[in-house]
């Protein structure tokens, strides 16, 4: 290295500082700002007179007494259910991310191991249902739960996010298998394992960064999803997203615009957490694979 690099060294590390700091502040704005805006009034955090209101909220001092409230919280769990909303993508998102995660984790095995040419069309033939949009699938549901009367319930839900996110998390651990030697399966069948025992004892303890590096995302394409639980989902039963866009309203039935910036800062927080708790574990996986163990 030379010594005009090494000059230039310092230079550059504070430009790279400077453009992160930047990066890291234009992405976080939205939500920072949202969250703030969350413990003002309507008028304030919408204010068309003067920006500064969201800031210094004259409007919400004079009608709760306070800079601050929790009006927008309160409307939107206890007067509104929001609480429900959350419980349904409690159900409906656990239950997706298991069965994905069990169906994909059996499948990505298998076809790792095969040594079939078939393993390689189902494959293709996954690739292209996760390339259809997501309303063709919802379509093709609609008819039969209508005429079977499961529309509207949550395991309709379920069984349309399953169907849509498998093929994503087939691929996925296939890919993770498709790096675990299978000197490791045969070894363990030549000391006793049957192929299953093979499977349970030596392949996925190996395999847990994978597992959850796609669960993660399973939960994230089932927590977020807007289309699949707005069109299968009745009122009483529907998840958060929908519930949001609800708040909103409509041309025919008016809204409450901070009940849904309520909740849009309550649906958002367990991200943070959920990605904070499982960083490591999934950069080991996307980085890594399953080499490690």
Known sequence: MTASSLRRSPALAVISMVLVALWVI????????????SFKVQGDFFSRADWMNALTGPLTVKQTGASITGQGYFGA?????????????????????????????????ALARSGFRYAFWILMIALVFRAMPHITLVSGYLMPFFQWNLWGHLPTAIIVLVAINQPFTLWMLHSFFLNIPKDLDESAMVDGCTRFQAFRHVIMPVMWPGVITTGLFSFLLA??????????????????????????????QEGNVMFAVAAVVSATAPLFVLILFFQRQIVSGLTAGAVKG
Do not use: H, K
């Open 77 to 109: 769990w206890i007067e509104s259910g929001f609480w429900r909303n959350v419980m349904n993508t409690g159900i409906v998102v656990t239950c997706t991310v298991v069965i994905s995660l069990t169906l994909g984790t059996l499948g990505g095995y």
């Open 26 to 37: 234009l992405a976080a704005f939205p939500f920072i700002w949202t969250l703030w805006g």
């Open 223 to 252: 927590y977020n999803d807007f289309a699949v639980t707005a069109m299968l989902l009745t009122q009483d039963n529907q998840t958060m997203v929908p519930r949001i866009a609800s708040f909103l309203g409509s041309v025919q």
